[in-house]
């Protein structure tokens, strides 16, 4: 696991690897800032375990929060 900075998370989302984006914002974050990352799925963190069987095992994945 490592830090990306925003430039590193646009250029890996416009190469053609395969990367999935979580956005793992609390509601109320997300209410405060509802903008997200193309692409990105929003799953709480909270709820992160009832959709284990959802995130990919084989590549690579960006998870952010505020």
Do not use: G
């Not at 509601?27 to 990105?40: G, I, Q, R």
Request: aromatic letters at 4%; proline letters at 8%; hydrophobic letters at 35%.
């Amino acid at each position: 696991m490592r830090r990306l900075e925003p430039s590193e998370v646009n250029e890996l989302l416009n190469s053609n690897q395969d990367v999935h984006v979580i956005d793992l914002r609390q509601d109320h974050e997300f209410n405060s800032h509802p903008k997200m990352v193309p692409t990105a799925v929003r799953v709480p963190m909270e709820f992160i375990e009832r959709h284990l069987d959802k995130i990919p095992k084989k590549s690579d994945i960006v998870i952010y929060c505020n």
